[in-house]
T-cell receptor, first 113, second 114 residues
Framework: AQKITQTQPGMFVQEKEAVTLDCTYD???????LFWYKQPSSGEMIFLIY??????QNATEGRYSLNFQKARKSANLVISASQLGDSAMYFC??????????FGKGTRLHILP | ETGVTQSPTHLIKTRGQQVTLRCSSQ?????VSWYQQALGQGPQFIFQ???????GRGNFPPRFSGLQFPNYSSELNVNALELDDSALYLC?????????????FGSGTRLTVV
């Protein structure tokens, strides 16, 4: 069974609109961390945002926020006011207690001018 | 402070050969992880080193091996290369285990096996 599921292989969004990238996860560990990374065509993975399983508040970093719904095992990334430079692959990832990071298959986001 | 540096950036090898990929971790980071990313897929965890000891391994055969040096730089060695080993190999470093600040990734080494 997949531990990280990203159901949107690709998305097209108009510039300046908000976009939500979906992520669901599966774990039995009580303590875990959830990450979102951006991967432009250059290949580098760029850390965007982190949510700990015990964090009470949803994480925010500038235009990025993480909509964490623990009971639903959901950790969606919201990008507000999208920009052309946001076009990239986006990966949801989870770190479990053994410290491995498991990635989803990614969502390719295209921002349209 | 410098980020994570990987070398070489691109590499072409023949099936059956051996390859060594190198990674310099971000200054102050003592944990290094390696990932294999096939085309169109998410990265797959290979293994992780913490203070020169392997402390986690993914579902990869023993011909994938690694080292971490006292300065926390690292190597990934792959023996008896197969065509399916063609991928982007990413190295990531972090400060300690269980870091909540994410892992800093390098730009990767793109390996092509022919």
């Amino acid at each position: 069974a997949q531990k990280i599921t990203q159901t949107q292989p690709g998305m097209f969004v108009q510039e300046k609109e908000a976009v939500t990238l979906d992520c669901t996860y599966d774990t039995s560990d009580p303590s875990y961390g959830l990450f979102w990374y951006k991967q432009p065509s250059s290949g580098e993975m760029i850390f965007l945002i982190y949510q700990g399983s015990y964090d009470q508040q949803n994480a925010t970093e500038g235009r990025y926020s993480l909509n964490f719904q623990k009971a639903r095992k959901s950790a969606n990334l919201v990008i507000s006011a999208s920009q052309l430079g946001d076009s990239a692959m986006y990966f949801c990832a989870m770190r479990e207690e053994d410290d491995k990071i498991i990635f989803g298959k990614g969502t390719r986001l295209h921002i349209l001018p | 402070e410098t980020g994570v540096t990987q070398s070489p950036t691109h590499l072409i090898k023949t099936r059956g050969q051996q390859v060594t990929l190198r990674c310099s971790s971000q200054s102050g980071h003592n944990t290094v992880s390696w990932y294999q990313q096939a085309l169109g897929q998410g990265p797959q965890f290979i293994f992780q080193y913490y203070r020169e000891e392997e402390n986690g391994r993914g579902n990869f055969p023993p011909r994938f091996s690694g080292l971490q040096f006292p300065n926390y730089s690292s190597e990934l060695n792959v023996n008896a290369l197969e065509l399916d080993d063609s991928a982007l190999y990413l190295c990531a470093s972090s400060l300690g285990q269980g870091s909540s600040f994410g892992y800093t990734f390098g730009s990767g080494t793109r390996l092509t096996v022919v």
